[in-house]
């Protein structure tokens, strides 16, 4: 199966988005494609999942409406989303800022990233924290934002130089496309990004300057070096984030993967939800 990762502002009316939706949805429904895409009057985001056939044409029938498009792929043996989406939503990527309008940027290719790195430059992660935990690039500064809406407030309350280079990078790019006009606004001058965020880098520079896996959203939950699904981490069934922490199951005995912090907890040393809800009514039980 192909993974493709795509975005585009670009303007729509209101009537434009539905039939886009409309056209989408049922392109998507006819050729068995997974993945969630959304509409906004500002442009299209999505991740799909396809075989190599439908991915040519869905290719094809995106660029009918926006012209040239950045595509990030990957691949995988099997469908990497349970369901197939098209909503139509307020923004793109949300930040829920009206004055945070993208623009024209500085945009920084992997060889001129791995350039500028060795420059005096300030690093930063638009990502959030359970993103950053598995894989950041080296020096990189993390905002320690728990969602992209968060960012703004990171941006004004950030205490760098105004005049120095930032350099700023995400999962795929789009975070980046608001997350630099958060930082121009907050008044810093000289604001750089990396074109196709993480997953553009490591198809060109693998094992160089980002350390360990980048988080998608899907079921890989992230992908290495290689940009191959995740061998190391899975989703922990009790906070979502990603985990690879190995433990047996104190209700039912089987082995399964939660994350570090839920590993804190007692009653999260449980291979799933079920397992938890049957283990916390054992001990009250015990209790009484």
């Known amino acids: ?30 050729h068995d494609m997974r993945g969630l895409v959304l509409i906004a009057t500002e442009g299209i ?11 040519t044409l869905w290719k094809k029938k995106i660029e009918e409406h926006f012209g040239d498009m950045r595509w990030n792929d990957s691949e995988a043996e099997t469908h990497v989303f349970p369901r197939w989406f098209v909503k139509i939503r307020p923004e793109i990527v ?17 060889t001129e990233w791995n350039a500028m790195m060795h420059d005096d430059v300030a690093i930063i992660d638009a990502r959030n924290t359970y993103e950053t935990a598995i894989g950041m690039f080296e020096k990189a500064i993390d905002p320690k934002t728990q969602c ?8 004004s309350s950030c205490d760098l130089p105004k005049d120095k280079k930032i350099l700023m990078y995400c999962t795929g790019g789009i975070r980046c496309e608001k997350a630099a006009v958060a930082m121009e606004k907050a008044g810093y001058t000289n604001v750089y990004q990396l074109k196709g965020g993480i997953l553009n880098y490591l198809k060109e520079s693998p094992n160089t300057h ?20 995740s061998k190391r981490y ?33 009653y999260q040393l449980t291979c799933s939800k079920l397992c938890k809800h049957q283990f916390m009514g054992l001990q009250k039980r015990v209790v009484v």
Not at 5 to 26: G, I, N, P, Q, V
Not at 210 to 229: N, T
Request: aromatic share 10%; with cysteine.
């Open 45 to 55: 985001n999505g991740t799909v999942c396809a075989t190599n056939d439908v991915m």
């Open 210 to 229: 980002f350390k360990g896996e980048c988080f998608v959203f899907d079921h890989r939950v992230s992908v290495d070096q290689d940009l191959k699904p």
């Open 1 to 30: 199966m192909k993974i493709t990762a795509f975005y585009s502002f670009k303007a729509l009316t209101e009537d434009e988005c539905a039939r886009l939706r409309d056209a989408l949805h049922t392109f998507g429904e006819e």
């Open 94 to 110: 949300a930040i829920k800022k009206e004055e945070i309008v993208p623009q024209e940027s500085h945009y920084l290719s992997p």
């Open 148 to 155: 992209f809406q968060e960012f703004a407030d990171f941006a």
């Open 234 to 266: 899975s989703l922990c069934p009790h906070c979502g984030d990603p985990g690879d922490l190995s433990i047996t199951c104190v209700q039912c005995g089987k082995s399964g993967i939660i994350c570090k912090e839920c590993s804190q907890k007692d």
